[in-house]
């Protein structure tokens, strides 16, 4: 008689910061049969449904101060808890692993309430609202940053940093980056995460013609929400909303400009991407910046305030960083020590000896 295949619920939804750690994790555990729980509209609808049966539940989190919304959102809480429940009693689930964000409240209240044991990743380095409270709760948070423990101190914390796509960990993949760039000129890369940041954009168009003058070319992953996209072009300039092969762009890259996300952070440092970090100044609890300074911390990256930095600032320190080779390659070496390659298995392992306990 075969055994049936150890069933896992994996609640991740909302942004590639929440999506790719689990989509790395699944891939870890080829022998488990995976369902997903998301959000209907997020970007889980596009990323998911080719490799993992989707169920969507609809639930948003709390906004500050108490009204008809408040009740509202506590309702369709309560109303995906149940869902959540009846997914995991129908499909006989033996695991949830969550993300974080909204969608792990309800997760992790269903599964609790029936006995089913639950593994937490909390990318961040300073842990979200959801993870400090649901934290406590959970069999084991994996942490993405060692320096999240302190702020969970009555979670079960192992540190097992952020599982990045299995692409980034191929040697030599930046062979098959399909842009035209020159093999010998300097690259600079500048995105925002998944969502793409507007700000930033404006301040490297501005920046980017001194760049040009000093021999480099500028790959531009502007997000779909920037009105000014299209605003730049030159020869050396490339302007995209996405580009897929980013393990291929951050492996070529000799510089990178960049939100401070937790997962663009991984990638960064899985290929040791040096980089000058502009944390998002309206993250919740201002998160970005925690991250961004577990890379300053090390000599990996530079980080600027957004509110401090000019058209000056940054075009003089991406001028200083490209005539300075050897600074560049100690900050790319500094960053691979922040995240082992290792990631993905020690979080499957993780799993594993949580669930078939």
């Not at 990743?121 to 942490?143: D, I, M, S």
């Not at 400009?257 to 970090?277: D, F, K």
Request: charge should be neutral.
């Amino acid at each position: 008689m075969v055994n049936a295949a150890t069933k896992l619920l994996i609640a991740a939804s909302g942004t590639g910061g929440h999506l790719f750690p689990a989509i790395a994790l699944a891939q870890e555990l080829p022998d488990y049969q995976i369902e997903w729980l998301g959000v209907p509209n997020r970007l889980e609808t596009q990323l998911v449904p080719q490799q993992y049966k989707l169920n969507t539940i609809s639930v948003e989190g709390f906004q500050k101060g108490f009204g008809i919304s408040s009740l509202l959102t506590l309702g369709k809480l309560v109303g995906s808890v149940l869902k959540v429940r009846k997914i995991l009693q129908n499909g006989q689930f033996q695991g949830v692993f969550t993300t974080g964000g909204y969608i792990a409240g309800p997760a992790v209240i269903a599964a609790r309430s029936l006995g089913i044991p639950v593994i937490l990743h909390e990318a961040n380095a300073f842990p979200g609202k959801v993870t400090r409270f649901f934290g406590p709760w959970c069999n084991a948070v994996a942490l993405g940053f060692a320096v999240a423990a302190k702020y969970l101190p009555r979670a079960q914390t192992i540190y097992t940093s952020t599982p990045v796509r299995s692409e980034f960990l191929e040697p030599g993949v930046a062979s098959s980056l399909d842009l035209g760039i020159p093999e010998n000129v300097p690259v600079i890369v500048v995105f925002g995460g998944s969502q793409g940041a507007v700000a930033v954009n404006k301040l490297v168009r501005e920046c980017a013609t001194v760049w040009f003058d000093a021999g480099a070319w500028v790959v531009h992953l502007t997000g779909d929400k920037d009105p000014d996209a299209e605003n730049l072009k030159h020869p050396q300039y490339i302007s995209l909303p996405f580009y897929n092969n980013m393990a291929a762009l951050l492996q070529r890259a000799n510089l990178a400009i960049s939100r401070s996300g937790a997962g663009s952070l991984t990638e960064l440092a899985v290929c040791g991407t040096p980089a000058i970090l502009i944390p998002y100044p309206f993250a919740a609890e201002d998160h970005q910046t925690y991250n961004a300074q577990v890379f300053t911390s090390v000599g990996a990256a530079l980080m600027f305030q957004q509110k401090e930095l000019t058209v000056e600032k940054l075009q003089t320190e991406v001028l200083r960083l490209l005539q300075s080779p050897q600074e560049l390659k100690a900050m790319g070496e500094k960053a691979k020590t922040i995240a082992p390659a290792d990631s993905a298995e020690k979080l499957a392992q993780l799993v594993r000896e949580i669930v078939e306990k």
